[in-house]
């Protein structure tokens, strides 16, 4: 207990904060929504490109039935130097954009299917510098129909990252998980060997540890004696 006139000289705490309602039944279940579709991110998104990687591969296979064949054509060709013939090129990108579609939406081989994704975007985005006068309107640093078609790819591309970073943080987080090879800072992870102090009106406090009263402490008693305390009167 403190005596009388004497404070203590570490802070008190504040008082406990309030705790506030749910918000009813319509707050829980948007967020018993939000939780399942967090869990759930990474797969959903894959699925949703390989989808569409899927359907505009299978496309492909029939000639015309794609818009976008002819785009896809001229751009790798100019890639590969003409070497190949229009119609091996469109069936190489055909059987290319189905493989990948598949990898994703299956998550079979999902590393590689990832892999062959970033490479056939860094195929397709080459189209805006290969084929200037297809992609850009004259005059004008505005995309055509064609540009914009391209362009809008970046949202496949952000989804993919997502997945990335989810299927190879597995390895990862199992590692940690089970105590592996990772291995982490010993001064980040041992407790110090003293306790944390820190001064407060001159004198140190021990974090964590109970509030002194001056005259308390066992060395002030013995050290801190008044010389008349000893005088007989």
């Given at each position: 207990m403190e005596r009388a006139g004497e404070r203590s000289l570490c802070p008190p705490q504040g008082p406990a904060p309030?705790?506030?309602?749910?918000?009813?039944?319509?707050?829980?279940?948007?967020?018993?929504?939000?939780?399942?579709?967090?869990?759930?991110?990474?797969?959903?998104?894959?699925?949703?490109?390989?989808?569409?990687?899927?359907?505009?591969g299978v496309l492909k296979f029939f000639p015309e039935a794609s818009p976008a064949e002819g785009v896809a054509v001229r751009t790798a060709t100019k890639l590969t130097l003409g070497l190949l013939p229009p119609d091996v090129v469109l069936r190489t990108l055909a059987a290319f954009e189905t493989a990948i579609g598949l990898g994703l939406v299956t998550g079979v081989l999902l590393r590689i299917a990832l892999v062959g994704f970033f490479a056939h975007m860094a195929g397709v985005f080459s189209a805006l510098v290969l084929l200037p006068g297809e992609m850009w309107q004259e005059g004008a640093p505005v995309p055509t129909l064609e540009g914009q078609y391209i362009i809008k790819n970046v949202v496949l591309i952000a989804a993919c990252l997502v997945v990335a970073a989810?299927?190879?943080?597995?390895?990862?987080?199992?590692?940690?998980?089970?105590?592996?090879?990772?291995?982490?800072?010993?001064?980040?992870?041992?407790?110090?060997?003293?306790?944390?102090r820190y001064s407060l009106f001159g004198t140190e406090c021990h974090k964590n540890a109970a509030p002194q009263v001056p005259g308390s402490h066992p060395s002030s008693r013995s050290t801190d004696r008044s010389p008349h305390r000893d005088e007989v009167p």
């Open positions: 309030e705790q506030t309602g749910d918000g009813g039944p319509a707050t829980r279940t948007v967020r018993s929504l939000a939780g399942r579709v967090q869990r759930h991110a990474a797969a959903f998104l894959r699925m949703c490109v390989g989808t569409v990687f899927l359907w505009f989810d299927e190879w943080d597995r390895d990862g987080g199992a590692m940690r998980t089970s105590g592996g090879p990772e291995r982490t800072d010993r001064r980040v992870m041992d407790p110090p060997e003293h306790p944390t």
